[in-house]
């Protein structure tokens, strides 16, 4: 695609790309709008630098690529529900996100892109990264794609949380005032392989941190290929690694790709403001 609106500079070779050339405080025309959707369907993860964002242009920022979602977990900004604080302090030993995935897989109807600005970041580390998961599909040998192609998985919103996500959310100082009263276990089942609904292409839809079981299998039976498939879906070759700047805002596609929040500044804060947008259900 050539881009003659804005300036699209990829990251690496599989995902990841920089847009240059737009204030998204400002009000964007028709054409930038367009190419930006299609700059972050081409490259998975789109990221803008030295924006300034106020939360209530961040949501409008986030319209443009759907609705606006309410996460389950956390209550939102009281001028912006639809904003969660993310938010480490000095002495959370640890953080949110900090495990391979892909957001709110646990839903029916799964959020489909995430918009994430930094507002304060430590001076190294808290980078975030992310894969390719059409790389991670194709790459499979066609026995293994035979095998997979019809499986149905079961994602868990607690599978990574040693007793329970909430336990998990109140260990982190800064955000255990955010959480809501009432915390459910939400689980959703989900091809092991989806389409995307936009590109048509095929992508791999397992993550560590959620997806527990194979339909109609056991957890155990299940474990050795989800762990497989979640090993293989993250080798260098198929990721890319963000570091933040203040003023960075990162857009990404939940649909095709997973992430994992890096948790290596122990000691410094980190501050950010979360959209995701709602999503419809994978097939
Ligand atoms: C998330 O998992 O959505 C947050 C990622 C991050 O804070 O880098």
Known sequence: MTYDAIEVVPLTGALGAEVRGVDLSQSLSNRVKSQIHQAFLDHLMIFFRDQTLEPERHVEIARQFGKPAIYPFLKGLDSAPEIN????????TVNFGGVWHSDTAYKDCPDMG???YAHEVPLAGGDTLFANMYMAYEALSDGMKAMIDGLVAANNSDKSYIGGRAAGLRKLEG???DMK??????????????THPETGRRSLYVNAAHTL?????????SKPLIDY??????QP???CRLRWQPGTLAVWDNRCT?????NDYSGHRRLMHRVTIEGDRPH
């Open 237 to 239: 070759e198929f990721t």
């Open 181 to 194: 009263d009432r915390i459910d276990t939400l689980e959703a089942e989900h091809p092991v392989v989806r």
């Open 175 to 177: 955000m255990k005032g």
């Open 229 to 234: 498939l979640c090993a293989h879906a993250v």
């Open 213 to 221: 079981r194979f339909k109609d299998m056991t957890q155990e039976e």
């Open 85 to 92: 604080v993310l938010l480490k302090t000095e002495a959370d």
């Open 114 to 116: 995430t918009l994430l």
């Open 258 to 262: 997973q992430h994992f929040a890096v």
